[in-house]
């Protein structure tokens, strides 16, 4: 069954059809249908990434030492709650990754976040959004090990602690090292799918009737569900690191 089209998809669908078909069918990517190119939940997060940046760009001019409003007092609170984080799981050395930290973190709290909205949806409850911040996980922590370590040290820290392991270590460090991919993915998948499948059984069920408890619990999983991807790209960047500097 198609999936009803919410305003936002038709508005991009609107204006954009066009340009964006023409760019899919540069890439070899033909759309099904040219002229509703646009799905709910690409439309969704790249209607959160446009928040997020017209919130820091409301927020940058009104910086001020000596009169902070509230928008940077929060932005303060979320900043030094990711440096905590980063510092407990990496120590100083992490600070160089705080921005990709915050970012991941964000964007995904939004992300689960605006489905609580009517008539929006939040795109972490579709496979393809959790999959893709799950690749600029992997390859953000793969990136910075290459680059502190070189390609062949970093590559030596999947052969195992001794030489003569190495043959057995290398193949299975590198499956578990890929499975990282699914065990993002489907996390952060399953819990926000289930989360919005039991607001609109109840929506259904009683709609004159807000089922706040569970629209607490969506949010509550929702902000933990961010915590956690943002915890464990701390932890991924933290063992790519060179652990030779781990106690300086």
Not at 28 to 41: K, Y
Not at 117 to 142: D, I, Q, R
Request: contains cysteine.
């Amino acid at each position: 069954m198609p999936e009803t089209e919410l305003w936002v998809t038709a508005l991009f669908n609107s204006f954009l059809a066009g340009p964006t078909t023409a760019a899919l069918r540069w890439l070899h990517v033909p759309p099904e249908d040219p002229a509703h190119p646009w799905t709910n939940f690409v439309a969704m997060e790249v209607l959160v990434a446009l928040i997020i940046i017209l919130a820091f760009a409301l927020l940058r001019p009104r910086l001020s030492m000596d009169r902070p409003g509230k928008g940077q007092h929060l932005s303060e609170i979320v900043y030094s709650f990711i440096c905590g984080q980063s510092d407990g799981v990496i120590g100083r050395r992490g600070r160089p990754y705080v921005p990709f930290f915050g970012t991941i973190f964000l964007f995904i709290l939004i992300s689960n976040l605006i489905g609580i909205v009517p008539s929006l949806e939040s795109p972490t409850m579709f496979p393809a959004v959790p999959l893709g911040c799950a690749l600029a996980t992997f390859c953000y922590y793969n990136f910075i090990g290459v680059k502190t370590q070189g390609v062949f040290r970093y590559l030596g820290h999947f052969c195992g602690p001794v030489w003569w392991l190495a043959e057995l270590m290398f193949p299975i460090e590198i499956i578990s090292n890929l499975a990282r991919l699914l065990s993002l993915t489907v996390r952060l998948f399953a819990n926000m799918f289930a989360g919005e499948l039991v607001i609109l059984a109840f929506m259904s069920l009683f709609p004159l009737v807000l089922p706040v408890p569970f629209m607490g619990l969506h949010i509550f999983v929702g902000v933990l569900q961010a915590y956690v991807f943002a915890l464990l790209t701390m932890v991924y960047v933290g063992e790519a690191l060179p652990h030779e500097s781990a106690h300086s």
